[in-house]
């Protein structure tokens, strides 16, 4: 099964570094500046399994309602949310989705999205 993220950050030194971290360890990482390109994105590649996504984005659509867009289009895909401004309670992401604080060491990020993407069955195997 492909393991392809769509990361949507506006700040782009921030997007290329977390992309490239999943890119590193054999993950398909496609990016977004805005929650308008993130849903496009997401449109033209079927196989993406998670979004990783930034609450404060300019634009009409916010990181926690371009969550709740994923989930009512694709409720396949899994969400984690990240914010250094607010924190998220989990209850109010839509299903599968988790928050991540930011600042977040990447290692962190890939070993969240790997577990995400891989299963608990992956987890049973490490």
Do not use: C
Not at 4 to 29: H, Q, W
Not at 67 to 90: F, K, N
Not at 97 to 103: E, Y
Not at 105 to 122: F, R, S, Y
């Amino acid at each position: 099964m492909p393991r392809e993220v769509l990361v949507v950050e506006d700040e782009p030194f921030v997007r290329m570094v977390a992309a490239d971290a999943l890119t590193d360890r054999g993950i398909m990482a496609w990016e977004a500046g805005d929650a308008g390109e993130a849903l496009s994105v997401l449109d033209e590649h079927p196989n993406i399994g998670l979004v990783f996504t930034d609450v404060n984005m300019p634009g009409d659509m916010d990181g926690l309602g371009l969550a709740h867009e994923v989930s009512r289009r694709r409720p396949d895909v899994t969400l984690i949310v990240t914010s250094g401004a607010v924190t998220v309670d989990e209850k109010t992401l839509p299903d599968h989705g988790t928050f991540l604080a930011k600042p977040y060491p990447t290692d962190k990020l890939v070993k969240i999205v790997e577990e995400q993407l891989d299963g608990p069955a992956a987890e049973d195997g490490a």
